[in-house]
Every structure is written in structure tokens, then in C-alpha cells.
């Protein structure tokens, strides 16, 4: 086994033998019922330990990481999830918080280790911070038949049709933030996509300008949104055929596990950041189960 310092990056290996890092007693984790070795450093006289680099660090009740991440990316709501963990609503925000912030780096991983994608889809899925007068849009760039998620960015957008006049009435004037986000999100996935890809999407005005100027040697292919297959469906399409399908249906899976998502519901995002996270947390679990489901790694 290699072993490195954290605090000073001495390396102890079988050549240099026990002068450099020596064990140092171990100690029991309470959490997980592990036992952990404590080493020594005789270059910096410090003592480390496996969970001296852990992003896990200090966590305390880390047996119900996996549980909570499984029900939060399984419709349920965090004062929920609380309740059946029977845990403290507080701990659970904790570990949402942490568990997310993990797996939007974890997510970027997992995608750059898998081959260049060629043919994508992307659109934007709307919805809002705590009341309909202020929307929100969630652009998402997936990949074509595997229905892998690529990114995702959170926007502020100014309401629409009749709810225009009530929300400038109320909450002022509102930014719109959707081009930015989708430009980030194009620089974002640049790297993870073939550059004569075939891209997909919707028929917005906008969206042509930015795809040939981040992805120029591109084939875009602009297709007819149609209406949803019963009310409240806005990504299930009636159509038969469904041309951006890989796109609406992962939508509708977002809609279907993520409750702050639901339509009709009681639960709603109170903060974008954090409809950001819960995304990031889904996606990942997403991948995950795609992957396991091809039988994947
Ligand atoms: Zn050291």
C-alpha cells in the first residue's frame, strides 16, 4: 500500500520502509462501525488517517448518506425523508447540501471517462421558485438513445402570458438569465461532444446562433414541439413519433423523481441554488441507474 501525508505529501513506499510513515494506533467510527489506522509522518510529525482527505470528514450519522440520496432522487420531499429516517429535517439539508455538491464534480467525471457523444438533444424544462409568477428554466443537454444527462443550468426568466402583468406588478422587473446559461452550459459540454455531432432541439429562435458558435462543425437539426399528451404532460408529447423523445422523456423522469418537479404540486424550489443541487444529485443517480440497467459499469 502507498501511503502519502496529507499535510506534507511524504511518501512511505516499500522502499523507503517504516522511517518515513509508521502506524500510529487506530481508533473506532461510531457511524459506520469501521475501524480506521492512524499513521505518523516523521517528516512533518503529524498523524493522518484515511479520513483525514475524506470529503466525508467530521460527518456524523454517515449511514444514512446512501438512504437520503435515495430518497430525494426518488420523489420524496426532505421534510419527508426526514420523517422516515427519523432524523433531524436540519440533517437531512446537511446531507442534501454535501451529497450534491459531490455529485455534480462526480457527474462531470463520470462523463468525461465515457466516449465523445455524437448525436445530442437539448431543451429547456420550466419551472419556478415559489410561486408561478416567478418561472425558472432548466436547460438539459442529453445524449441521444442512452438518455445520459451531459449538463444542466438553472435560469431566471420574466413570466409569460397572463402572468406577465401581475408578476411586473409584484416582484418588479425580472432577469432574464437563459442565453448566459445556455452558453455556460454549451462551454461546459463542449469537451464531451463529438465536433460533427448531430444536435437537437426544438424550434427557439435563439438557440441557432449559440449552437453554431459553440459546436461550428455541428449537423443542427431543428425539430416541431408538439402539444403534451394529457394535461399537466408538457414533455410526454401526443405524436406518435416524438423526435427529440431521448430529451422530453428524461424531463419527465426528472418531473417523476425530483418532488420539487412534480406538476400539481404542493412542494415547491424556494431557492434556484438549490433546484441546481437536487438536479445535480438526480443526474448522477440517473446515469447510474441507466448504466446499471445496460449492465454498464
Ligand atoms: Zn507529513
Given at each position: 500500500?502507498?501511503?502519502?501525508?496529507p499535510y506534507?505529501q511524504?511518501t512511505r513506499t516499500s522502499?523507503?520502509?517504516?522511517r518515513t510513515i509508521r502506524?500510529w494506533g487506530?481508533?473506532y467510527r461510531?457511524s459506520?462501525g469501521q475501524?480506521?489506522?492512524?499513521?505518523?509522518?516523521?517528516?512533518?510529525?503529524k498523524t493522518f488517517?484515511?479520513?483525514?482527505?475524506s470529503?466525508?470528514k467530521f460527518?456524523?450519522?454517515?449511514?444514512?448518506?446512501?438512504s437520503?440520496?435515495?430518497l430525494?432522487t426518488?420523489?420524496v420531499s426532505q421534510?419527508?425523508a426526514a420523517r422516515?429516517?427519523?432524523?433531524?429535517p436540519?440533517t437531512?439539508?446537511?446531507?442534501f447540501?454535501?451529497?450534491?455538491d459531490l455529485a455534480l464534480?462526480?457527474?462531470?467525471?463520470?462523463?468525461?471517462?465515457?466516449p465523445?457523444?455524437?448525436?445530442v438533444?437539448?431543451?429547456?424544462l420550466?419551472?419556478f421558485?415559489?410561486?408561478k409568477?416567478k418561472p425558472?428554466s432548466v436547460t438539459?443537454?442529453?445524449?441521444?438513445?442512452?438518455?445520459?444527462?451531459?449538463g444542466?443550468r438553472v435560469?431566471?426568466?420574466?413570466?409569460?402570458g397572463l402572468?406577465?402583468?401581475?408578476?411586473r406588478k409584484?416582484?418588479g422587473y425580472r432577469?432574464?438569465?437563459?442565453a448566459?446559461?445556455r452558453?455556460?452550459?454549451?462551454?461546459e459540454?463542449?469537451?464531451?461532444?463529438?465536433?460533427?455531432?448531430?444536435?437537437?432541439?426544438d424550434s427557439n429562435p435563439?438557440?441557432?446562433?449559440d449552437?453554431?458558435r459553440?459546436?461550428p462543425?455541428?449537423r443542427?437539426?431543428?425539430v416541431l414541439g408538439?402539444?403534451?399528451?394529457?394535461?399537466g404532460?408538457g414533455?410526454?408529447k401526443?405524436?406518435?413519433w416524438d423526435?427529440?423523445?431521448s430529451?422530453?422523456?428524461?424531463?419527465?423522469?426528472?418531473?417523476a423523481?425530483?418532488?420539487?418537479l412534480?406538476r400539481?404540486?404542493?412542494?415547491?424550489?424556494?431557492?434556484?441554488?438549490?433546484?441546481?443541487?437536487?438536479?445535480a444529485?438526480?443526474?448522477?443517480?440517473?446515469?447510474?441507474?441507466?448504466?446499471?440497467a445496460?449492465?454498464g459499469?
Amino acid at each position: 500500500m502507498k501511503l502519502i501525508c496529507p499535510y506534507c505529501q511524504t511518501t512511505r513506499t516499500s522502499s523507503s520502509g517504516y522511517r518515513t510513515i509508521r502506524r500510529w494506533g487506530k481508533y473506532y467510527r461510531s457511524s459506520d462501525g469501521q475501524h480506521l489506522t492512524r499513521y505518523w509522518c516523521s517528516n512533518c510529525r503529524k498523524t493522518f488517517s484515511a479520513a483525514s482527505t475524506s470529503p466525508l470528514k467530521f460527518q456524523k450519522k454517515r449511514q444514512f448518506n446512501k438512504s437520503v440520496c435515495d430518497l430525494l432522487t426518488g420523489g420524496v420531499s426532505q421534510r419527508e425523508a426526514a420523517r422516515i429516517l427519523k432524523l433531524n429535517p436540519k440533517t437531512i439539508v446537511r446531507k442534501f447540501r454535501k451529497g450534491s455538491d459531490l455529485a455534480l464534480d462526480k457527474l462531470k467525471e463520470w462523463n468525461r471517462k465515457l466516449p465523445k457523444c455524437q448525436e445530442v438533444e437539448f431543451d429547456d424544462l420550466e419551472t419556478f421558485e415559489h410561486t408561478k409568477l416567478k418561472p425558472l428554466s432548466v436547460t438539459l443537454m442529453v445524449e441521444f438513445k442512452s438518455r445520459r444527462i451531459l449538463g444542466f443550468r438553472v435560469a431566471s426568466m420574466p413570466a409569460k402570458g397572463l402572468l406577465a402583468a401581475s408578476s411586473r406588478k409584484k416582484y418588479g422587473y425580472r432577469v432574464d438569465d437563459r442565453a448566459k446559461a445556455r452558453r455556460d452550459l454549451f462551454n461546459e459540454v463542449k469537451g464531451l461532444i463529438s465536433s460533427t455531432a448531430v444536435i437537437r432541439s426544438d424550434s427557439n429562435p435563439h438557440y441557432r446562433s449559440d449552437v453554431k458558435r459553440y459546436f461550428p462543425k455541428a449537423r443542427y437539426e431543428v425539430v416541431l414541439g408538439g402539444r403534451g399528451a394529457i394535461t399537466g404532460q408538457g414533455e410526454l408529447k401526443k405524436q406518435v413519433w416524438d423526435p427529440i423523445f431521448s430529451l422530453n422523456h428524461t424531463c419527465a423522469m426528472l418531473r417523476a423523481h425530483i418532488n420539487r418537479l412534480f406538476r400539481k404540486t404542493w412542494c415547491t424550489t424556494k431557492k434556484p441554488d438549490q433546484l441546481e443541487k437536487h438536479i445535480a444529485l438526480y443526474a448522477l443517480e440517473h446515469n447510474r441507474r441507466l448504466a446499471t440497467a445496460r449492465g454498464g459499469s
